[in-house]
């Protein structure tokens, strides 16, 4: 079915380690986003991109990289993890016209740091 | 900046009661679109409605109404006779035009249905 895929969907780290989460979409979106929830705290937008290549900032960047090298794919990068970062982390995506159709979510990771 | 409020963190509700979730929100732009989302104990995002800033008409489907009011910056949710399967968070979401079409998220409310 088509939809936005998150890979891994748990995942425990211990501090300092590194990892990568995956996104891939396949509706041939435009727009990508990375968000983290926390209990709370609602979602809050780590990344976000508006086409293969580009990454900017959300409200919440710091201890996160990303890259969008195809325009299907948009990964978050944690490169020394934190136990600040034990979060639900959600990707979307979405249409530059966002249309009908809103966004569409991943199924979430739930990460762990320890 | 554009700011999402949901003031009730949680509600209790007796089943078949009515109960409505509020939604303020704050933005500088004149086109602009609201979400309802609701999150499941099962973790997943459900979309459940899109509304632009240009359409304040009311939206009742099935159980679920919504009330956009404008002139109060607010978007509101009720649902009639409330279920059990009622029982979730409940997000409200704001996305400006241009910069990405981001979305903003409000807090949440969470909703417990009992019998």
């Known amino acids: 079915n088509a939809g936005v895929t998150q890979t891994p969907k748990f995942r425990v780290l211990k501090t300092g380690q590194s990892m990568t989460l995956l996104c891939a979409q396949d509706?041939?979106?435009?727009?990508m986003y990375w968000y983290r929830q926390d209990p709370g705290m609602g979602l809050r937008l780590i990344h976000y991109?508006?086409?293969?290549?580009?990454?900017a900032k959300g409200e919440v960047p710091d201890g996160y990289n990303v890259s969008r090298l195809k325009k299907q794919n948009f990964l978050l990068g944690l490169e020394s993890a934190a136990p600040s970062q034990t979060s639900v982390y959600f990707c979307?995506?979405?249409?530059?016209?966002?249309?009908?159709?809103?966004?569409?979510f991943g199924s979430g990771t739930r990460l762990t740091v320890v | 900046a554009q700011k999402v409020t949901q003031a009730q963190t949680e509600i209790s509700v007796v089943e078949k009661e009515d109960v409505t979730l509020d939604c303020v929100y704050e933005t500088r732009d004149t086109t602009y679109y609201l979400f309802w989302y609701k999150q499941p104990p099962s973790g997943e995002l459900v979309f459940l409605i899109r509304r632009n800033s240009f359409d304040e008409q009311n939206e009742i489907s099935g159980r679920y109404s919504w009330n956009f009011q404008k002139s109060t910056s607010s978007f509101n949710f009720t649902i009639t006779a409330s279920q059990v399967v009622d029982s979730a968070v409940y997000f409200c979401?704001?996305?400006?035009?241009?910069?990405?079409?981001?979305?903003?998220f409000g807090t949440g409310t969470q909703l417990k249905v009992e019998l």
């Open positions: 509706m041939n979106h435009e727009y």
């Open positions: 979307a995506s979405s249409l530059r016209d966002r249309g009908s159709y809103g966004y569409t």
């Open positions: 991109s508006v086409g293969e290549g580009t990454t």
């Open positions: 979401a704001l996305s400006e035009t241009g910069g990405g079409n981001k979305l903003t």
